[in-house]
């Protein structure tokens, strides 16, 4: 069982930056895949990134690709979603997933375990 907290999110200017986290409960927090979703209201969850057990290995939606760096710290059982150049159409509650696999996966039901969300609003 894992239990997944993000925070970081708020409101930003177009162009700006913000750096969400995602704390983890558990000792074998090392063990999975962490990926980060995003979802606005009538609209599917949609794959931003993911980061494999150690690091080595990382995914990205094309249209964050450049703008975004998921990278974790398996000390502080906590994986981070840097994000840079932001846009308008990064608004979005964004959620981050732990999938129990060696998979670095793009798809949500790939991922076990969720938090609750945090809202990232950019303005224009």
């Known amino acids: 069982q894992v239990q997944l907290v993000e925070s970081g999110g708020g409101l930003v200017q177009a162009g700006g930056s913000l750096r969400l986290s995602c704390a983890a409960s558990?000792?074998?927090?090392?063990?999975?895949?962490m990926g980060w979703f995003r979802q606005t209201p009538g609209e599917e969850r949609d794959f931003v990134a993911a980061?494999?057990?150690?690091?080595?290995?990382?995914n990205y939606a094309d249209s964050v690709k450049g703008r975004f760096t998921i990278s974790r710290d398996n000390t502080r059982n906590t994986v981070y979603l840097q994000m840079n150049s932001l846009r308008p159409e990064d608004t979005a509650v964004y959620y981050c997933?732990?999938?129990?696999?060696?998979?670095?996966?793009?798809?949500?039901?790939?991922?076990?375990?969720w938090g609750q969300g945090t809202q990232v609003t950019v303005s224009s």
């Open positions: 980061i494999s057990w150690g690091g080595g290995r990382t």
């Open positions: 997933a732990a999938d129990p696999s060696v998979r670095v996966s793009t798809t949500p039901w790939s991922y076990d375990y």
């Open positions: 558990g000792r074998t927090f090392s063990k999975y895949a």
